[in-house]
């Protein structure tokens, strides 16, 4: 009798769990390393409240910015391991993953932000959301963050400018390539790290643009910022195919809209604090910014510029052509 009263009770606290789980929200942790002020980090607060408004008690997106719980270099493999479902690499950071995304972080390839935009949204751009498809990673979409600019402890005018300085740069061998061309060293090191690698000098420099260079303080920690536009630092919002899929339609359909409602104002914020975040740092009297005269630009297109033959056969010559095609 005692066997049966304790085997009822077993069942009977089971029926309990599973009940309780499956009114259980499904826990979406958007992991990623800048602040939130910034294109980034407004869209995964904003993303965050839509679904969160939308689907109450269904869906409960947490967001952990400033590499809170992981930095880019590990995010992709926590998201893999389902520890992370959704995050918001640079797109300089999936080399691992493709190498059709280096297109990216070719030098001067785009004349602005618009440019980026013709081409993400184009068929090519399109099809190199799923070009990780293999490996369970699925974009959900583009983000931009904004053009790069350089920064150092010393005005950087021409190519001969940087040589011999230290640059903090991505996970990218185009960036180091980008930096060698112009007899520069590029070191690989993480976001979290670039503020007090600038401060201590063990660095000289490094690039960015301007929403992380001004949240993240390395105006304070540097005299000079050129406004060079030399290339873009724009990101990818993705999750786990297995993720994605393991999704009731509905529910899939519907974090869709918001990631692509929230991707818009991400992009929105990326256009506007291109040019109000200049004059935030100009005003701050913290450093000083540089524009190059048509000159001057000039040469460090030139000196950077061979670095595309490099790797047009990792890239692909159709992938970069459609590119180029992106600026008329
Ligand atoms: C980011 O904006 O996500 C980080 C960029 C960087 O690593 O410089």
Do not use: C
Not at 38 to 49: V, Y
Not at 146 to 153: D, E, F, H
Not at 274 to 281: G, L, N, P, Q, S
């Amino acid at each position: 009798m005692r066997k049966l009263t304790a085997g009822l009770f077993m069942a009977a606290a089971m029926m309990t769990a599973t009940v309780a789980s499956a009114a259980d929200p499904i826990v979406v942790k958007f992991s990623h390393v800048v602040a939130e002020n910034t294109p980034k980090g407004q869209l995964a607060n904003k993303f965050r409240d839509l679904v969160n408004e939308r689907l109450a008690g269904k869906v409960l997106v947490e967001v952990y910015p400033s590499s809170q719980l992981y930095g880019d270099n590990k995010v992709l493999e926590a998201m893999l391991l389902g520890d992370v479902q959704i995050a918001g690499p640079s797109l300089s950071k999936f080399s691992k993953y493709t190498k059709k995304l280096q297109v990216f972080d070719l030098p001067f390839l785009f004349k602005d932000l618009a440019a980026v935009d013709k081409f993400q949204q184009g068929p090519v751009g399109q099809k190199l959301l799923m070009s990780m498809k293999k490996k369970g990673i699925i974009g959900l979409g583009y983000n931009h963050g904004g053009m790069k600019q350089l920064s150092a402890n010393k005005p950087l005018r021409t190519p001969a400018d940087a040589e011999g300085l230290k640059f903090r740069i991505m996970t990218s061998d185009i960036l180091s390539a980008q930096f060698e061309a112009v007899g520069a060293t590029p070191l690989k090191k993480p976001f979290s790290e670039v503020f007090t690698l600038l401060q201590t000098k063990a660095i000289d420099g490094q690039e960015n643009h301007w929403p992380n260079i001004y949240s993240k303080k390395f105006f304070e920690v540097q005299d000079y910022v050129t406004q060079s536009d030399h290339g873009v630092l724009d990101y990818l919002i993705v999750t786990s195919t297995e993720f994605w899929d393991s999704l009731p339609d509905d529910i899939r359909t519907e974090m869709k809209k918001a990631m692509d409602e929230a991707i818009a104002f991400g992009n929105k914020v990326a256009y506007d604090q291109a040019i109000e975040v200049r004059k935030k740092v100009e005003a701050s009297g913290r450093t000083k910014v540089i524009d190059l005269t048509p000159e001057e630009r000039a040469q460090w297109v030139e000196a950077m510029k061979p670095v595309w033959a490099k790797f047009e056969g990792e890239i692909g010559k159709d992938i970069i052509d459609a590119a180029v095609a992106s600026n008329m």
